[in-house]
C-alpha cells in the first residue's frame, strides 16, 4: 500500500510541474507580445483600416455602365489604395441578382463593408457625391 500511495504522489507532483510550466510559458508569452505591441504605431481611421466591399450593378456595356465602371476605378485607387474589393454583376447574364440587393435603377453601386450599407445610383461622375455616399468625405453643401 504504501508503494502505491508514493508513486501516486509522485504522479501528482509530476503533473503540478507540467501546469507550472505551462503557465509560466502562457506569461512569457503574454510579456512578449506587450513588449512588441507597446511601440507607437500611426492611427489608421476607420476608413483606412477597412476593407471595402463594393459592387458595382451593370447592364451590359452601355455607354453609362462603362463611365460608371471607370470613374469608380478612379475614386477606388485614389481613395481606397488597394484596400476593396469590387465585384461587378452584369444584370442581363444575371438578371436574379437584382432582387437581392433590391436594385430598381442602373447603373448602382453598393457600399456593404463598412457599415451601413449605401446605395449610389448614377454614372458616378460627381466625385464629390460619390465620396460622400461612401462616408470618405464629410458632408458639406453639395
Keep these: 500500500m504504501k508503494k502505491v500511495t508514493k508513486v501516486k504522489k509522485a504522479a501528482k507532483v509530476a503533473k503540478a510541474k507540467k501546469v507550472a510550466k505551462v503557465s509560466k510559458s502562457k506569461t512569457t508569452k503574454s510579456k512578449t507580445q506587450k513588449k512588441?505591441?507597446?511601440?507607437?504605431?500611426?492611427?489608421?481611421t476607420a476608413a483606412q483600416k477597412a476593407q471595402w466591399h463594393l459592387k458595382l450593378y451593370v447592364a451590359g456595356k452601355t455607354?453609362?455602365?462603362?463611365?460608371?465602371?471607370?470613374?469608380?476605378?478612379?475614386?477606388?485607387e485614389e481613395h481606397l489604395k488597394?484596400?476593396?474589393?469590387?465585384?461587378?454583376?452584369?444584370?442581363?447574364?444575371?438578371?436574379?441578382?437584382?432582387?437581392?440587393?433590391?436594385?430598381?435603377?442602373?447603373?448602382?453601386?453598393?457600399?456593404?463593408?463598412?457599415?451601413?450599407?449605401?446605395?449610389?445610383?448614377?454614372?458616378?461622375?460627381?466625385?464629390?457625391?460619390?465620396?460622400?455616399?461612401?462616408?470618405?468625405?464629410?458632408?458639406r453643401n453639395l
Excluded: H, M
Design 36 to 44: 512588441v505591441s507597446g511601440g507607437k504605431a500611426p492611427r489608421l
Design 63 to 76: 455607354g453609362r455602365s462603362e463611365t460608371a465602371l471607370q470613374n469608380l476605378e478612379l475614386i477606388c
Design 82 to 139: 488597394g484596400k476593396y474589393d469590387l465585384e461587378i454583376i452584369d444584370l442581363l447574364e444575371k438578371p436574379q441578382l437584382a432582387k437581392g440587393d433590391q436594385i430598381f435603377a442602373i447603373p448602382t453601386l453598393i457600399k456593404k463593408v463598412p457599415k451601413p450599407v449605401r446605395k449610389i445610383i448614377g454614372d458616378l461622375s460627381d466625385t464629390e457625391r460619390v465620396l460622400v455616399g461612401l462616408n470618405l468625405k464629410p458632408i
